[in-house]
Structure formats: structure tokens, C-alpha cells
């Protein structure tokens, strides 16, 4: 199983960039996926996620709702996020995340509560002017 992250990068306030997590293995496609990022000093906390298999649930923190949107794309076992008008305070290290119930789909809930099965490489997003 492996989770490649790319896309970070720095970016002025009110900018854009997209990150992107390419998922391989046993259960990807029925996993939830999402991203948790880690800001200087803070702990690392549970920023989106879009849900795997039969379902279409998604998760965004309160801080980025209205300005990220989590995508998937099956055919390319890929999960973006696309993260619009950033701020300083987006600045952290980004780290592709994925969870599986075992079952044929799995929630963002599950995903946020339970223990993450496997963890991509982190990619630094800095916003400052």
C-alpha cells in the first residue's frame, strides 16, 4: 500500500494550489482518504476527507469550508484537494491519509475517529506574502 502526496508549494494570500495523493494497494478504492495537516507547534489535525466505495460522503474543517474542495478520481486512484483564497494560517505540512472499514465503503466519520491505516509523506503548503 503507498500514498504519494504532491502539490504543496508556497503560495501568496489569496492564492491557489492543488494537492494531489496517488493511492495504491488492498482496499484503496473502498477507503476513505483525506488530509491532516500539522502547523508549526500545533498538533496535527484532520483538515478533509471524501469517502471510499459506495458512498459519497465528504468532511471539511470548519476553517476551510468554503475554500477547499475534495475530489476523487476512481480511474486514477487519485484524491485532490483543491485549496482556494489561502491564508497564512493554512501554512502546515499536509499528509495524505487513508482509512478502511473492511466493508465496501467507508465514511468520513470512520476516517476521522478511527486509527489511520496508512499515512503519505507530508507536503509543506507556506502562504505568506
Known amino acids: 500500500v503507498q500514498l504519494q502526496a504532491s502539490g504543496g508549494g508556497l503560495v501568496q494570500p489569496g492564492g491557489s494550489l492543488r494537492l494531489s495523493c496517488a493511492a495504491s494497494?488492498?482496499?484503496?478504492?473502498?477507503?476513505?482518504i483525506g488530509w491532516f495537516r500539522q502547523a508549526p507547534g500545533k498538533e496535527r489535525d484532520g483538515v478533509s476527507c471524501?469517502?471510499?466505495?459506495?458512498?459519497?460522503?465528504?468532511f471539511y474543517a470548519e476553517p476551510v469550508k468554503g475554500r477547499f474542495t475534495i475530489s476523487r478520481d476512481n480511474a486514477k486512484n487519485t484524491v485532490y484537494l483543491q485549496m482556494n483564497n489561502l491564508q497564512p494560517e493554512d501554512t502546515a505540512v499536509y499528509y495524505c491519509?487513508?482509512?478502511?472499514?473492511?466493508?465496501?465503503?467507508?465514511?468520513?466519520?470512520?476516517?476521522?475517529?478511527?486509527?489511520?491505516?496508512?499515512w503519505g509523506r507530508g507536503t509543506l503548503v507556506t502562504v505568506s506574502s
Open positions: 471524501i469517502g471510499g466505495g459506495e458512498t459519497d460522503d465528504t
Open positions: 491519509a487513508s482509512a478502511w472499514s473492511g466493508l465496501r465503503q467507508t465514511s468520513c466519520n470512520y476516517w476521522y475517529n478511527r486509527p489511520i491505516d496508512y
Open positions: 494497494g488492498r482496499g484503496m478504492a473502498y477507503s476513505a
